[in-house]
Nanobody, 134 residues
Framework: EVQLAESGGGLVQAGGSLRLSCAAS????????IAWFRQAPGKERAGVAR????????YYDDSVKGRFTISSDNAKNTVYLQMNKLKPEDTAVYYC???????????????????????????WGQGTQVTVSS
């Protein structure tokens, strides 16, 4: 069974850090792009970070650039999102998602932000809550 499982969410004070994990089972990340999305109450799901497993390229939304880092552990088939200098506006349910890296690259072209289109991602985790208190 193909599954993605997020972990590492929780409650943290503003300025603090959390590391989210996304572990895959039933398939290998090798040919995939893995993205982290988040959804706050009343808002649409939005991509915040993405990594391609075929070339290692990463991309970040402007809202998290310089604070969040996405990385991959090939041996563990796990992708991480290190979140530093957290702000109350980072409060959301965080989801990881996997999609064909070649499809994401083709669709994105030179417009990296297009790579966060949810329809490009075929496998999704259940989400993990991140709450940042002020």
């Amino acid at each position: 069974e193909v599954q993605l499982a997020e972990s590492g969410g929780g409650l943290v004070q503003a300025g603090g850090s959390l590391r989210l994990s996304c572990a895959a089972s039933g398939f290998s990340f090798d040919d995939y792009a893995i993205a982290w999305f988040r959804q706050a109450p009343g808002k649409e799901r939005a991509g915040v970070a993405r990594i391609s497993r075929i070339d290692g390229n990463t991309y970040y939304d402007d809202s998290v650039k310089g604070r969040f880092t996405i990385s991959s552990d090939n041996a563990k088939n796990t992708v991480y999102l290190q979140m530093n200098k957290l702000k109350p506006e980072d409060t959301a349910v965080y989801y990881c998602a996997a999609g064909s890296a070649s499809a994401v690259k083709f669709y994105t072209g030179s417009h990296e932000s297009l790579g966060f289109l949810p329809q490009l991602y075929t496998n999704w985790g259940q989400g993990t809550q991140v709450t940042v208190s002020s």
